[in-house]
């Protein structure tokens, strides 16, 4: 095969994703979406998704909804679809159309996992799914004095029978039915179901397919991340938000604060929109993390590796030095990195010339990262570091970067500004440019 342009960015995109393959490997996702989901367009190809995430080690529950379906259901039979606080009024006669509903749709993402024709991404596949009464319901009761009949929430989550079917490699399917102790059948809100059950089996991440991109902004820009606390101001004033996001959110904040990792929304009417936001750094929804996805540490010896896959390429380019790997072993002490979402995004290194003088070195960052001001945070991360050891000078040395320093309080200097060490050991075939600032 020549190498086209599609061939480059194949090859590239598949090496860039190695990293989330390695580190999905043997984690537990939830899944969860309504009956609009499996109404779209995409519910096929999404099911080629579901397929691709099994195939590479990932532990899946899906959880499905069917409101729609039941709308559809009670219209056929002449009956009122009743809500009070979110909830279905589910009599008796609801019960049997949300029964009908449920199962009809349950069968169909059954059928959707089952496909194996050739030429398709479900070819030589074997998933297994597995159904079952992992939920136990519970009725709510009268809300203000309404009796709200069948409609229930989750009393109790079968963590050991669910965890015991995923170390098999089945897939479990959930849907919004709980059966009681009393054999009793309660209407559960899907929401709430998948929010129990990733508490219950200490899911890695809890994934919503909503009705809109993800979580937007009043002028309607999406939120590609948010801390649980930015979540909980949302909820009392996202007057703006699609009714999917307006149902999940008090559920994302349970599910974080509860210790989820990580709970994404995403947009169930974007063909691929699961693998994108799960394999890119990116991503293409909103993701919702108890602590911000940031993280400004100091290295560790672990870290080596990473370092010089982000340092290399500059190194190639002549941007930076080059640091051999027993050099990077030795001062590995020196540098603090920046993590994106556990990723190694960008770093940067103190070097102490004397007491009062030090020099900010290999400051870099991925080439995809150096728009988000990773960059000044490493910068601020080294000169309080360097405060803390008294240092009163800090300079720089700089081929390419000479602007970006100087916007950011440092000054043009001349090799005779550096430490007698460092001038004596300055190579004037590069002609990297001095910069200072004072601390």
């Given at each position: 095969?020549?190498?086209t342009?599609?061939?480059?960015h194949?090859?590239?995109w598949?090496r860039?994703?190695t990293p ?7 984690k537990t996702?939830?899944i ?5 989901a ?6 096929r190809?999404l099911?080629?998704d579901?397929?691709?995430l099994?195939?590479?080690g990932i532990?899946?529950?899906l959880v499905?909804g069917?409101?729609p ?24 006669a609801?019960?049997d159309?949300?029964?009908?509903a449920?199962?009809?749709?349950y069968?169909?993402?059954e059928a959707?996992?089952s ?8 070819a030589?596949s074997?998933?297994r ?15 203000d ?13 079968d963590a ?22 009393t ?5 559960l ?32 820009d999406l939120?590609?991340?948010?801390t ?14 699609s ?10 904040l ?7 990792g ?17 394999f890119?750094h990116?991503?293409?929804g909103t993701?919702v993390?108890r602590?911000s996805?940031e993280?400004?540490?100091e290295a ?9 896959a ?10 930076l030095?080059h640091r051999p ?5 030795r ?12 990723i190694?995004v ?23 990262h150096?728009e988000?001001?990773y ?14 050891l008294?240092i009163k ?5 700089t ?15 001349t090799?005779d500004d550096?430490?007698?060490k460092k001038?004596?050991m ?14």
């Amino acid at each position: 095969m020549s190498d086209t342009p599609y061939d480059e960015h194949f090859v590239a995109w598949f090496r860039a994703v190695t990293p989330y393959i390695n580190a999905f490997r043997g984690k537990t996702f939830v899944i969860a979406f309504g009956g609009k989901a499996v109404e779209s367009e995409f519910a096929r190809t999404l099911a080629f998704d579901v397929n691709l995430l099994v195939s590479l080690g990932i532990r899946l529950v899906l959880v499905h909804g069917a409101r729609p379906q039941i709308e559809e259901e009670l219209r056929e039979k002449n009956l009122e679809s009743v809500y009070h606080r979110g909830y279905r009024v589910t009599d008796a006669a609801a019960l049997d159309c949300v029964l009908d509903a449920v199962g009809s749709v349950y069968l169909e993402i059954e059928a959707l996992l089952s496909q194996g024709l050739p030429n398709t991404p479900m070819a030589n596949s074997r998933i297994r799914v597995i159904g079952g009464n992992f939920i136990t319901g519970q009725p709510i009761g009268v809300l203000d004095g309404i009796d709200m009949h069948y409609a229930g929430k989750v009393r109790k989550v079968d963590a050991e029978g669910i965890n015991a079917q995923l170390a098999l490699g089945n897939i479990v399917l959930l849907n919004c039915e709980g059966p009681s102790a009393t054999g009793e059948i309660f209407n559960l809100q899907m929401e709430e179901a998948a929010e129990a059950v990733a508490v219950a089996i200490k899911a890695d991440k809890l994934v919503f397919l909503t009705d809109s991109q993800g979580v937007a902004d009043p002028s309607g820009d999406l939120l590609d991340e948010m801390t649980a606390d930015e979540v909980e101001i949302l909820l009392k004033t996202g007057e703006w938000l699609s009714p999917d996001i307006r149902r999940y959110l008090p559920c994302v904040l349970r599910a974080s604060r509860a210790g989820v990792g990580r709970v994404h929304l995403i947009g169930f009417a974007q063909d691929g929109a699961l693998l994108r936001e799960l394999f890119t750094h990116d991503g293409v929804g909103t993701v919702v993390t108890r602590e911000s996805l940031e993280n400004i540490r100091e290295a560790k010896p672990d870290d080596i590796g990473a370092l010089i896959a982000l340092i290399e390429p500059l190194e190639a380019e002549g941007i930076l030095v080059h640091r051999p790997r027993e050099l990077l072993e030795r001062e590995i002490d020196r540098f603090s990195v920046m993590e994106h979402d556990g990723i190694i995004v960008g770093c940067a290194a103190l070097y102490a010339h004397s007491d009062e003088e030090a020099e900010l070195a290999c400051l870099a960052v991925s080439a995809e990262h150096r728009e988000w001001g990773y960059g000044e945070q490493l910068m601020k991360r080294i000169e309080k570091r360097a405060r803390k050891l008294g240092i009163k000078q800090l300079f720089v040395l700089t081929t390419r970067t000479e602007h970006w320093f100087v916007e950011r309080g440092f000054r043009l200097g001349t090799v005779d500004d550096l430490p007698a060490k460092k001038r004596d050991m300055y190579n004037y075939q590069r002609r990297s440019k001095v910069l200072c600032k004072t601390l």
